[in-house]
């Protein structure tokens, strides 16, 4: 399963029709090549396999990567467990 992320875009390329867009603290290049409509810096767009998708909303964004983030921290935490049966 593939999920389109919530990114905040922070630059430009225009030479290159590329953006670079955070997502929870790491930046990198996407393209624009499948976006329709003009994308400004600081707006949030989602980003799917490189490619920028669409624009989002700030809330919306906001809310879903909370949401990504409180997975992550699950995960971690699930990583940590190790069961007693598997340990040394």
């Keep these: 399963m593939c999920l389109a992320i919530p990114s905040q875009v922070i630059s430009i390329d225009k030479s290159k ?3 670079t867009v955070e997502t929870l603290g790491v930046q990198r290049e996407a393209s624009l090549d499948l ?3 003009e994308i400004k810096i ?3 767009v989602l980003l799917h396999i490189g ?3 669409s ?3 700030k809330e919306d964004a906001l809310e879903s990567l909370k949401l990504y983030q409180q997975m ?3 995960m971690e935490d699930e990583e940590e467990y190790v069961d007693p049966l598997y340990k040394k």
């Design 17 to 19: 029709n590329t953006a």
């Design 35 to 37: 976006m329709q409509d």
């Design 42 to 44: 600081g707006e949030y």
């Design 51 to 53: 490619y920028i998708m």
């Design 55 to 57: 624009k989002i909303d």
């Design 72 to 74: 992550i921290e699950n």
